[in-house]
């Protein structure tokens, strides 16, 4: 896990300090964002998804992700308006408050203090629970969000925007390929475009982390960690006790749900203008805060 912690530490402080120099140009975070949303997250997609196995059984820890995500929509909306927020830096609260970082930080973590079982139970989070929602009802979101009066009441062009995200894309495509067996240069070959996914999306992140204005967006900020790291985690807390699943779903599905905002969350609300610099703030900070958010709600189940 410590592996983990470091490459994700490295990679966000990496860009920070690029930032700072001059042999980056402008266009560094958008080209990077096309690259991980067109070329690494739907090779990542396109190979785990192909080789998952769900049971019935893990229907709830699938459909906690979901759950999180509608109730983020409803109560950033809410509260978020009563503050004062733009509806930009509500959005960009959604897109990452209402979002796990359940593969890049998630599956490391649940193989390290859960096993090989506990993770079997977090890919499923992952792969049915969180990128679903991320290539679903998330896109939708973000393009709903960003677009015109005029688009915004179009459910034609919300959809489109939808059916060819990239990752949705392969997402379509693993489900339909699952009967054939991919040759191994296939495999090796979206496994390495996949792995690039981490290291650039959080470089992309510390690219656009500006603490300068960070008194300004404090309760923003304070509202979008809260919800992800407080309120989010004892919702599925409260549920899963209510429910007859196996000690290691329950442990499983409380930690994927704990953990903190999702980083292709924050490019999708980029990609989309909405506020980056509040969405980068929120994986900048809210992925430090988590380590120890979520050994304590480890300590519920």
């Known amino acids: 896990m410590m592996a983990v912690i470091s490459l994700l530490g490295v990679c966000l402080v990496l860009g920070v300090l690029a930032r700072r120099t001059d ?6 975070v958008p080209v990077l964002n096309s690259f991980i949303i067109a070329v690494a997250l739907p090779a990542l997609v396109l190979r785990v998804v192909h080789k998952l196995e769900f049971h019935a059984a893990l229907l709830a820890a699938a459909a906690s992700p979901w759950v999180v995500f509608v ?49 079997a139970v977090a890919v499923v989070v992952d792969q049915l629970g969180t990128f679903l929602v991320l290539a679903t009802l998330a896109t939708l979101f973000a393009a709903r969000a960003s677009a015109g009066e005029g688009e915004a009441l179009r459910p034609a062009a919300l959809m489109r925007k939808v059916v060819t995200f990239p990752p949705f894309i392969a ?24 792995s690039t996914l981490t290291p ?3 470089f992309s992140v510390g690219f656009q982390l500006q603490l300068r204005g960070l008194r300004a967006r404090a309760g923003g900020l304070a509202l979008g960690l809260v919800f992800k790291l407080v309120l989010a985690p004892a919702l599925v807390v409260l549920a899963l006790w209510a429910l007859p699943v196996e000690p290691i779903v329950r442990k499983a599905t409380l ?3 704990a953990m903190a ?35 304590i709600w480890m300590q519920w189940v």
């Open 171 to 194: 997402l379509v495509l693993a489900l339909v390929l699952r009967p054939l067996h991919f040759p191994e240069w296939v495999d090796t070959v979206l496994e390495r475009l996949g």
């Open 23 to 28: 042999r980056f140009p402008p266009q560094t």
């Open 200 to 202: 650039l999306a959080l």
């Open 255 to 257: 930690m994927q749900n």
């Open 71 to 119: 109730v983020a929509v409803a109560l950033f909306r809410g509260v978020g308006a009563r503050v004062g927020l733009k509806r930009e830096s509500i959005a960009a609260l959604v897109l990452t408050g209402g979002l796990s970082n359940t593969a890049f930080v998630g599956l490391p973590m649940a193989e390290a203090l859960l096993g090989r079982e506990g993770l």
């Open 261 to 295: 905002p999702m980083v292709s969350g924050a490019i999708l609300a980029s990609e989309h203008k909405l506020d980056p610099e509040l969405a980068a703030l929120m994986v900048g900070f809210g992925i430090p805060l988590s380590f120890l958010t979520v050994l």
